[in-house]
């Protein structure tokens, strides 16, 4: 199956590396990023969320008014606007948009400190309940002909009908990602794409085999997702070389925070409970800085559990042939994004980016011949 390229873009250049600056919305840089993910082969940008971040639909909206084909995903947490109405607003912008361009990835909540600045104070299993029961709805209310009712512990409603469907057959695709026992029973039953974070191959494995029991117990199937941090250079030698200065800078950047500067990244509070997904990088990253070769937990370790942080290194040869054996694996989607953000988009499109669509289709076509000679 051929692979589909993901970034992810912000309305600030700053990252765990490099400090913001300027407006919390700087609205050329965005289409500047976007820009740059459609040149550089991309197919399809995350757009994040967090309590304090700018709206992600307004965001999504100008991603795709400054862009031919590129797609996007917004990032959403259930809780705060109902399904019904989200559901009308994906359609919406969809036609908008061209159509079959527009994606969603929920996210039940791994803060609660973030989650109690919206007003939620709900625990973490009542959370992930939620999203189930969000994306039932959201899902009834995407494809039903008739008006319908809903009664759930969450979400109630009587009569609910959207007049405005998806522009195309392929609908609006449901990324979702987590863990913990609750979230792969949530994944299995509601998700089109399973996201995971880029932990050591053996990890990732089980992670795949898990997720696809569960959705099978369903009846169904799901796709999977990777995300990382790439880390290229001429030489590999080079490449080690720049991961070290970015831990150099991201040291910089955490010790301006911690005299009075802004952090560029979410780090759960003190004494808050770890997400399952970001505690197991955590332990990936005890056991080790190097991974499978060339998968860099430095950052991770650095960091603590701040959600996607690790970084294949090497040449653009050797990163794409590293994420390539989790394409072995079952995934088929990669979420790349980098400490310097628009920077490391440009130079990927060069590189990085053709060598992980060729190494796929040389993997696909060794396959179905594979395929052929058994039959035959």
């Keep these: 199956m051929p692979i589909e390229l993901l970034g992810m873009i912000a309305t600030t250049a700053g990252s765990e590396s490099k400090a913001v600056e300027g407006p919390a919305v700087d609205a050329a840089y965005v289409r500047e990023f976007s820009r740059a993910h459609e040149e550089a082969g991309f197919d399809r940008v995350l ?5 304090s971040s700018p709206d992600g639909f307004a965001v999504a909206a100008a991603a795709l008014h400054s862009t031919d084909r590129l797609k996007v ?10 399904p019904t109405v989200v559901a009308r607003k994906l359609a919406t912008l969809d036609h908008l948009t061209g159509g079959g361009r527009v994606a969603i990835h929920h996210i039940s909540g791994g803060s609660e400190a973030d989650q109690r600045r919206d007003g939620d104070f709900s625990d973490k299993s009542d959370r992930y309940r939620r999203t189930g029961e969000f994306i039932e709805v959201l899902r009834r209310t995407l494809a039903s002909d008739e008006p319908f009712d809903y009664h759930g512990d969450f979400y109630r409603v009587e009569g609910a009908f959207s007049a405005v469907k998806p522009a195309t057959d392929a609908g609006i695709p449901v990324f979702f ?34 997720i696809r029991a569960a959705a099978a117990r369903e009846g169904r199937t799901v796709e999977f997702s990777l995300s990382t941090r790439p880390i290229i250079g001429a030489t590999e030698d080079e490449a080690w070389k720049k991961a070290e200065r970015i831990y150099a800078e991201t040291e910089a950047v955490i010790a301006s925070r911690a005299s009075g500067g802004t952090l560029t990244f979410a780090r759960p509070a003190q004494h808050e409970p770890v997400p399952v997904s970001a505690d197991r990088l955590q332990q990936a990253a005890r056991r080790g800085d190097v991974h499978d070769e060339r998968l860099w937990l430095g950052i991770t370790r650095l960091t603590g559990p701040a959600g996607n942080s690790t970084a294949p290194v090497g040449t653009p040869e050797q990163v794409a042939e590293a994420l390539l054996k989790y394409y072995d694996l079952g995934v088929t989607r990669f979420l790349i994004r980098g400490f310097d953000p628009l920077g490391d988009v440009r130079e990927w499109g060069a ?24 039959v035959a």
């Design 47 to 51: 757009i994040g969320y967090s309590a």
């Design 73 to 82: 995903l917004i990032a959403h947490r259930p809780g705060f606007v109902a």
């Design 177 to 210: 990602g987590g863990l913990s026992e609750g979230a792969v029973e949530v994944g299995a039953k509601g998700a089109d794409v399973y996201m995971l974070f880029g932990e050591p191959l053996a990890d990732v494995a089980e992670h795949i085999r898990t």
């Design 351 to 374: 590189e990085l980016v053709p060598a992980l669509r060729e190494g796929a289709r040389l993997r696909d076509e060794a396959q179905a011949a594979q395929r052929e000679e058994r």
